[in-house]
């Protein structure tokens, strides 16, 4: 059954369609913050949902239908990536398009080498077609998955700037 009509079927009790909600918040993959962000629905209004609280019919028809466009992208392959949170941040897409096919993104939070090699574990099972990540656990992780693996490679500026706080910090 899909997400949209699960969540539907549970929408007699407030406290089943919260518990539905964050189950399919979980099996996508998203915060409440993202899912806020995809839908147009403001973080305030998605918490007092999550809290249980009344809200509008529209509130509902913009729930499902982020939904179902998750439903139908079912078919598009997915890739991770797999790197630190403020990495991740700067991300502001779901959805790329590359040589005229679409492909959805899919974060994966990793703070220590385990976490990494965990994350593409993971990833892999979740069924992604392809994993980024940083080069200094690439070589494991390509070990270790059946999946291509693709490295972040920081530009010459990333380095540059890097240098310059540390010389800043040096000499403060």
Known sequence: MKACERLLLKIESQEKFVEEF????????LTLKEFSEI????YSTLYKVIQG???RVSTLIKILK??????KDENIDTIAIIAARPALNKITTRKIGINGKSYLIKEYPAN??????VAAVRAEREGVKGIVCAPIVSATIEKIVNVPV?????EKDAFMKALEI???KINE
Request: proline residues 6%; glycine residues 6%; charged residues 30%.
């Open 22 to 29: 964050k189950r399919i918040l979980l099996e996508l993959g």
């Open 39 to 42: 839908s147009g629905i403001p």
């Open 53 to 55: 609280k009344d809200f």
């Open 66 to 71: 982020t939904i179902r466009s998750f439903e």
């Open 112 to 117: 220590s080498l385990e976490e990494c090699i």
């Open 150 to 154: 693709a490295v972040i490679i920081p």
């Open 166 to 168: 540390i010389a800043k």
